[in-house]
């Protein structure tokens, strides 16, 4: 599991926001990995290790439900078949929640660390994102190379 998959994994796995305009919903999604990401480290872990078994389960039950539907013994099966295997033995890691892109050239310790870290910043930005926005709105034009060529 790499980064992105954890953070879209909690994404998807928290609260649906309750408001219906896109820009709060953005803020409140922010606003809970914020609360994840502050959790004490081993709530953190905890709860992000049970995410993502979960998710991982329900995806294993999908595979397991398309192979149920009598396919033929196929290059498609056994490769499904094998994935699930797969999954099952990422689902038995006790650092399943430590992204394996974070874990070149650090520590198990250094990469839960900041896997946390990176999943509170991720909240900060998307909070803060509409604001952004609105900001990058309002800057002037640009000007130098672009501008010249845009003139013409």
Known sequence: MDLTTLLCTLVQTLPEPSSEMPVK?????????????SLPAGDFDTFTATEVRTALGQRIEELESVLSCGLEESPF???????VTALRITCARRDL???LDLRLSRTEEEARD???RLVLRFGQLL???PTILQLACRL?????????????
């Open 140 to 152: 002037p034009p640009p000007r130098g190379a672009l501008t010249i060529l845009n003139d013409q």
């Open 25 to 37: 919903r953005l803020i409140a999604c922010g606003e809970q990995l914020e609360r994840v990401g």
């Open 97 to 99: 929640a430590v992204p």
């Open 114 to 116: 900041l896997t946390q």
């Open 77 to 83: 099966r056994r490769d499904v078949g094998t994935y």
């Open 127 to 129: 909070r803060h994102w």
